[in-house]
């Protein structure tokens, strides 16, 4: 079974550029997060989808980044304009879902954005 | 709210060394408790976990216990090898919460 797919894995832009990052969860998972991993820290959440509505996106910078996960399963999450403080690892995430429960997270190999 | 704590890094062994990461956490409800690994250019994959007080997760020669007295959930293998070179995260989640993570502990284990 194929596990999370990321892309890019690496990303090289600007500052004030845009920028976009794509996930495709593990098939069947209703859930979906994205996270942020700056050097040397663990991974912390941006967003997190059940199907395709965005439920917890508190920690999501919204006025540069936007994330959308149409028809529930792909997503994409977007910065722009990319600041020099963007870069980081951004990392997709999929699990069964359900709110209430605790079910394990499947990560991908990451997207490693470097803004110059 | 959630936070865990992973002991300072980094740790360089031998192999065949003994390992202990420690881990304590503050939590808000009953928490579940794991250890992820994240080896070079990869992903972060779950290596253990523990979901209630006194149990014990394993894998890979890898165990660790919940500690709710303790609020601890200390790593350990009896015998390291070179391949378990990796960074560890320990991380914990309570029913309608995210998964919070420690800062992570870069192991280098040296043949």
């Known amino acids: 079974e194929a596990g999370v797919v990321q892309s890019p894995r690496y990303k090289i832009i600007e500052k004030k550029q845009p920028v976009a990052f794509w996930c495709n969860p593990i098939?069947?998972?209703?859930?979906l997060y994205w996270y942020r991993q700056n050097l040397g820290q663990g991974p912390e959440l941006l967003i997190r989808?059940?199907?395709?509505?965005?439920?917890?996106d508190s920690q999501l910078p919204k006025d540069r980044f936007s994330a959308e996960r149409l028809k529930g399963v792909d997503s994409t999450l977007k910065i722009q304009p990319a600041e020099l403080g963007d870069s980081a690892v951004y990392l997709c995430?999929?699990?069964?879902?359900?709110?209430?429960?605790?079910?394990?997270?499947?990560f991908g190999p990451g997207t490693r954005l470097t803004v110059t | 709210g959630n936070s865990v704590t992973q002991m300072e890094g980094p740790v360089t062994l031998s192999e065949e060394a003994f390992l202990t990461i420690n881990c304590t956490y503050t939590?808000?409800?009953?928490?579940?408790l794991f250890w992820y690994v994240q080896y070079p250019g990869e992903g972060l994959q779950l290596l253990l976990k523990?979901?209630?007080?006194?149990d014990k997760g394993s894998n890979k020669g890898f165990e660790a216990t919940y500690r709710k007295e303790t609020t601890s959930f200390h790593l350990e293998k009896g015998s390291v090898q070179v391949s378990d070179s990796a960074v560890y995260f320990c991380?914990?989640?309570?029913?309608?919460?995210?998964?919070?993570f420690g800062e992570g502990t870069q192991l280098t284990v040296n043949p």
């Open positions: 991380a914990l989640e309570t029913s309608g919460s995210r998964l919070t």
């Open positions: 989808y059940e199907n395709e509505e965005a439920v917890d």
């Open positions: 939590a808000t409800g009953y928490p579940s």
């Open positions: 523990a979901t209630k007080a006194d």
């Open positions: 098939s069947g998972h209703n859930t």
């Open positions: 995430a999929s699990s069964l879902g359900g709110q209430g429960a605790i079910h394990e997270q499947y």
